[in-house]
T-cell receptor, first 114, second 117 residues
């Protein structure tokens, strides 16, 4: 069985300050982990992915995430928020074996205050 | 590469009417997913295909929902009859070995926003 928990449904930061979106996962297998972003009325876009290579993963638009097996976490960070980062972010867990079981978190809405 | 194509983008119907959504995945992607996303929530998997085979349809409400992927390429999701609670965005995604993409990275279409009145 697998699950993913996004600990915050809403996060609000000021422009230029750091962003931290938290994600914890549970998986019986070696997981693949992803962060997707969804801007209003737009499709889901992949930000970054972890697939058992380097534990610190760099994605698009300055985002990065660190896979911490001991903490079963995959938190998303960015050093300095930009207004265009305001969107909903989804953490996704999948296991890379056989048929892929994919589970989405419930999402974190990021608000960036000017 | 061309992305996942979905049509229509928007659909408004009366309850009890049928509705169908179409998805064309990225060329060469053997895995196709249909998700439903309710307002303010994350996508929930309805059905997953490996080529023509539906390998996970445990979350598909089979009394009114059906899906097909006859030739292992494009797919259709149908609801008959639609209910008020079916109002949502229906997302299609695909994954597979294709160029530089890794195996289980999913690429999403823009979705179809369904409103049932």
């Amino acid at each position: 069985a697998q699950s993913v928990t996004q600990l915050d449904s809403h996060v609000s930061v000021s422009e230029g300050t750091p962003v931290l979106l938290r994600c914890n996962y549970s998986s019986s297998y070696s997981p693949s982990l992803f962060w997707y972003v969804q801007h209003p009325n737009k499709g889901l876009q992949l930000l970054l992915k972890y697939t058992s290579a380097a534990t610190l993963v760099k994605g698009i638009n300055g985002f990065e995430a660190e896979f911490k097996k001991s903490e079963t976490s995959f938190h998303l960070t960015k050093p300095s928020a930009h207004m265009s980062d305001a969107a909903e972010y989804f953490c996704v867990v999948s296991y890379s074996g056989g048929y892929q079981k994919v589970t989405f978190g419930t999402g974190t809405k990021l608000q960036v205050i000017p | 590469e061309a992305g996942v194509v979905q049509s229509p983008r928007y659909k408004i119907i009366e309850k009890k009417q049928p509705v169908a959504f179409w998805c064309n995945p990225i060329s060469g992607h053997n895995t196709l997913y249909w998700y439903r996303q309710n307002l303010g929530q994350g996508p929930e998997l309805l059905i997953r295909y490996e080529n023509e085979e539906a390998v996970d349809d445990s979350q598909l409400p089979k009394d009114r929902f059906s899906a097909e992927r006859l030739k292992g390429v494009d797919s259709t999701l149908k609801i008959q009859p639609a209910e008020l609670g079916d109002s949502a965005v229906y997302l299609c995604a695909s994954s597979g070995y294709s160029g530089t993409s890794t195996y289980n990275e999913q690429f999403f279409g823009p979705g179809t926003r369904l409103t049932v009145l």
